[in-house]
Structures are given as structure tokens and as C-alpha cells.
């Protein structure tokens, strides 16, 4: 499906299908303790007793959710490959279940299906009663700022069925349309007066006496013809923060002189199962010291959300937040904890055989990338470490490190690591690197890396770079940034990122890594010159959009907010 369309051409008929699969699920705690949702779905085996209120075992929390109406949720599994293609960074997040539909079947879709469409569901019989509207628990559910305003945009929302007899029903059971009273209304068009052209004053007086169309659709038609079309932000958008979990310090082991490992516990083991694993290159957000006035992101050297440990090392020129968990954070203690937004994985889904990977460590760099050597070492792909450290007793992990790949670089020992030796420049017609280059580390590391893969025409594909996310990141030359829907201007000072500046301002931007890797604290821009840093962004992006949290612009800047 590629957009909402006014097309008022009979719909075609869909085929008879089969169901694949019929799930049901309870309210319980979702995306932290403040927010509830029956979203998540659990697959039923054997019959299912299908009533005028749903399925048997299977909740609807919000009131108006509990309609009659809103008894069966219908999800085109097509559309998973969609949104993994589009979003893959979180393509992990992308299976049958995930939008919380009861139940889901091939060839059916918001383009072939028409409000009022009525079909044989094994047992019983049901009728589409209205497209699902998206709300803002998307945002929490996969972890994207704008999940809801996509799911909108694109018109892969699902539709929701009343009951017209109850019957049994389970996986593998028939479903066929048994008669079709509005043919020239499928969802898609419904979508498009819903969503696109809001007002339309034509269209929303034929829908308000559309057969089949739910009470709450011909409510709201009714009401934008009175009163014009709604806002929609509160429902998209919701008013809930992204979730905030505590988490229990339970062991605090030095390392090094000025690395040490801390290991949290959540203290609420029932973690949802889709939240628990971390995917590539992991990392978490944590809160904490009075008041909760530190935030930071620290990759993960191993572990999942139950139990997970970090590798921290002390910056005493920071702003304050390394010192804190060395010099006062005690076994004990509790701190906030959210998973951070995992990192791209399309690009390592490839036969990793075929490359050599190279790691260009340096200091506590060395934590971005070690889950990452574990699954090369095992999987026996070929690959080496290059990693640089004041001096060997400096060296933290380094007895994760497999001997015979790894190269040490101590500055005691007067061993200096020098990128241009390490990178291979492409070799063959094909131009292809034939190696994929991973740099975590000290800034001057990072754009040495950075300004050599460039010059020899390294694809973005075959890098991957990690930022510390320190105290100076996104510090830098003043600037000024005027927001165009107001004309107000806000100063940028050289202390501040321009995250912190709009944040002060009251945007509100969602941020995760704070070092440029994760993309949370993308904002538009649509005049002026930026200087782009981080690497969450491909060079198209870069023309209109850019992060927040580590770039800057020059002289003035015009932004969307």
C-alpha cells in the first residue's frame, strides 16, 4: 500500500483466506508503570470463542475501546515488511503481533477491504465497522518519536471489526466476504477524508450516512461538519514520557585505574520479552545523582534489560556525571534506566564472511563493540583490533579480546596507532572495500577514521562509528536559530548543544544516546548552514534534518519545531 487514496472505483473482491494468526492479550504494564496497554498479544492454539465483545481472554483497556464495535483487530501482515525496510533500526520490532491485532490473514488489506464488508470468520460472523486511528502508545511500543504520525501517513493502521454472530474461531480457520454493501468505499478511502482532505464537506455528509460505518466515525464526521476537522496531536502525540525503569546497582568492580564495571538489576523481572534482548550495538539510558540531574548513555558490555553490565571509565574534565558513579554511587543504589534505540542492522545483515572486519579502538571505546567481537569470534568471521590506550594497565576488557586478533597500542610502550596503516584502501573493478570498519574513541581518532574511509570511498554501508557522548559533545562556536512558525530567535552558546537550548525553550525533543548515534534528537531545519556530526543521518537526510544533540549551525538557522 503507498498511500491514502480518494479513488471512488468499485473495490476489487478479495480472495477467501485463511487465518495465520489469532492472538489475545490482558492490560498490563507497558513502556514503564505509568502507562497500560493490552497491546501486547499472545498467539491462542485451539478454538477461540468469539463474542459480541471480542475474543474470549482478550482486553481492551481504553473506554471507547470496549465498544461493540472495536470487538476483533485485523492486521495486514504484508506491512511488516514495509516498516522493516523503512525503520531498520527497530525491523527486530517488526512481526505479526506487534500492532496488537487479533488476528491476521494474507491478501486482505486496507485496499481491498470496504467499510461494511462482511465476512465468514470460522464460527461467526463479523462486519468492518472502521479503520483503527493510531494513537501515541505506538511511539512507546517501538521506541519512535513518530510511530503514530507514520502509521497515519502511510495508512497501514489496521481496521476493526463488530460481531454480528459469535461463533468459534481458530488459527488456520477460513475467512470470506459473504456481502459487500459499500463497494466503493474501502479503507484506503476512508483514510483519505479521515486524515488528508479533512474538510470536505461533500465527502463527510456521505460518510455520516455511510452504512456500516461505526457510531464513533459518524460522531466525528458529524462534528467536523459542524465544527471543522479535530486536532489530532493529543491522540497522536499523548502527553507520557518514553519509560523510565529503575534499576538496582549490584556489584561496582574497578578495572583499571579509571575504568570500572557496574552491574544493574531491574528491580521488576516481568519485562516484556519483545524489550528484553538488545539488538546491535547496544546501549542504555540512565538517570541519576540528586534529583536525577545527570542523564547519559552508556553502551553495554553484556546482558539484557533483566541484568546488564557497564564498562565506565572516569572523566574528572566532564560534567560530572562519571565522577558521581565512581566516587558515590553505591551497590545498592537505584538509578532510572531506559533501552537506548538500537542501532541500524540492515547493513550487517550480509554474509559477514565475505569481509574482513577491522575495530579502531581507543580507551573505553573498546565497550561499543564487544558484543559485537563475541559474534564474530564465534560465528569464525574474519577480523581484527586495533585498540590504543594510554598504557596496558589501562586496557580494560582487554582479556575479552581474542590474543591472536588483537594488537595493542600502548603510549608507554611508544606504539602509536596509526589509522592509514590499518584501513585498506578498495581494491578491484568493483571498487569494494572488501572490509567493514568499526571506530569507537577519542574525537581525533574519530575524525581521522572518519576523513581517511572518505578520501578512499568507503560506502556508509561499511562503517560503523560510535561517539562517547562526553561532556563537550555538541558544544562549539555560538549560533543562532530562528523557529519559522513564530519568527522567535534562541542563542546557541558555545557551553551548549543545541538539544539542551530548544529543550530550555520548552520543544520537548526526545533524545537517547546524546552522541550523535541514535537519530531520537532529530530536528528539521529548512534555511542556513549546519555542520553535521554524528552519524544517525545519510547524506539525503542531511539536506533537511539534523541532530540535535551533536550538530551545530552557522551564523543563523532557520528550523521547523
Not at 447 to 475: A, C, D, I, N, S
Amino acid at each position: 500500500m503507498g498511500s491514502l487514496s480518494p479513488e471512488s472505483d468499485p473495490v476489487p473482491l478479495p480472495p477467501k483466506v485463511a487465518v495465520l494468526s489469532l492472538r489475545t492479550g490482558t492490560v498490563r504494564p507497558f513502556a514503564g508503570v505509568k502507562l497500560t496497554s493490552a497491546i501486547n498479544k499472545q498467539p491462542r492454539q485451539g478454538p477461540v470463542r468469539l463474542t459480541r465483545l471480542g475474543f474470549a481472554g482478550d482486553e481492551r483497556q481504553h473506554p471507547p475501546h470496549q465498544s461493540p464495535e472495536n470487538a476483533v483487530h485485523q492486521y495486514d501482515p504484508s506491512h511488516y515488511a514495509l516498516w522493516r525496510a523503512e525503520l531498520p533500526s527497530r525491523r527486530e520490532r517488526f512481526s505479526v503481533g506487534a500492532f496488537g491485532e487479533n488476528i491476521a490473514t494474507p491478501y486482505l488489506s486496507e485496499d481491498n477491504v470496504c467499510v461494511g464488508d462482511t465476512f465468514r470468520l470460522g464460527g461467526a460472523v463479523v462486519q468492518v465497522s472502521m479503520t483503527r486511528q493510531p494513537c501515541f502508545k505506538l511511539n512507546h511500543r517501538f521506541e519512535h518519536k513518530k510511530m503514530s504520525s507514520l502509521v497515519q501517513a502511510t495508512g497501514r493502521t489496521g481496521w476493526l471489526y463488530r460481531v454480528l454472530e459469535e461463533g468459534w474461531v481458530e488459527e488456520g480457520d477460513g475467512m470470506e466476504l459473504i456481502e459487500r454493501i459499500n463497494p466503493t468505499w474501502s479503507l484506503s478511502r476512508l483514510q483519505y477524508y479521515l486524515y488528508t482532505d479533512r474538510n470536505n464537506r461533500e465527502a463527510l455528509a456521505q460518510l455520516t450516512k455511510l452504512p456500516g460505518l461505526s457510531d464513533e466515525f459518524v460522531g466525528l464526521f458529524t462534528k467536523r461538519l459542524e465544527q471543522g476537522a479535530e486536532d489530532m496531536a493529543g491522540r497522536l502525540n499523548g502527553d507520557v514520557a518514553m519509560p523510565w525503569l529503575p534499576y538496582t546497582l549490584v556489584e561496582k568492580t574497578p578495572l583499571t585505574p579509571r575504568v570500572q564495571k557496574f552491574v544493574f538489576a531491574a528491580e521488576d523481572q516481568n519485562i516484556d520479552a519483545a524489550q528484553l534482548q538488545f539488538g546491535h550495538f547496544p546501549h542504555v539510558r540512565v538517570k541519576f545523582g540528586p534529583g536525577d540531574k545527570f542523564t547519559r548513555a552508556y553502551s553495554v558490555v553484556s546482558g539484557d534489560m533483566s541484568r546488564f553490565e557497564l564498562g565506565i571509565a572516569r572523566d574528572d574534565n566532564s560534567r560530572g556525571g562519571s565522577v558521581y558513579l565512581h566516587d558515590t554511587l553505591a551497590v545498592g543504589d537505584t538509578m532510572k534506566v531506559a533501552k537506548g534505540h538500537t542501532s541500524s542492522a540492515n547493513k550487517w545483515d550480509r554474509d559477514l564472511h565475505a569481509y574482513k572486519h577491522i575495530f579502531i579502538l581507543g580507551g573505553i571505546g573498546v565497550t561499543a563493540f564487544l558484543g559485537e567481537i563475541r559474534t564474530l569470534a564465534k560465528q569464525c568471521v574474519q577480523f581484527e583490533i586495533h585498540y590504543a590506550v594510554r598504557s596496558r594497565a589501562d586496557a580494560a576488557y582487554l582479556d575479552r579480546l581474542p590474543k591472536a586478533q588483537t594488537i595493542v597500542y600502548a603510549k608507554t610502550e611508544g606504539r602509536r596507532l596509526c589509522v592509514k596503516d590499518i584501513v585498506p584502501p578498495p581494491v578491484g573493478g568493483d571498487r569494494d572495500p572488501h572490509a567493514m570498519i568499526y571506530c569507537c574513541g577519542p574525537a581525533g581518532m574519530l575524525e581521522e577514521t572518519r576523513t581517511l574511509t572518505r578520501k578512499l570511498g568507503y560506502p556508509r554501508t561499511h562503517l560503523h562509528f560510535e561517539e562517547f557522548g562526553g561532556g563537550q559533545v555538541g558544544t562549539g562556536d555560538p549560533f543562532d536559530v530562528e523557529i519559522q512558525a513564530t519568527g522567535k530567535i534562541l542563542h546557541v552558546p558555545q557551553e551548549k548543544s543545541l538539544l539542551q537550548v530548544l529543550n530550555d525553550a520548552g520543544f520537548d525533543i526526545d533524545s537517547s544516546c546524546l552522541a550523535g548515534n541514535c537519530g531520537t534528537c532529530t530536528v528539521d531545519y529548512c534555511r542556513g548552514e549546519v555542520t553535521h556530526q554524528g552519524v544517525a543521518l545519510d547524506d539525503e537526510q542531511m539536506k533537511t534534518t539534523m541532530l540535535a544533540c551533536v550538530s551545530r549551525g552557522k551564523g543563523r538557522i532557520t528550523m521547523n519545531c
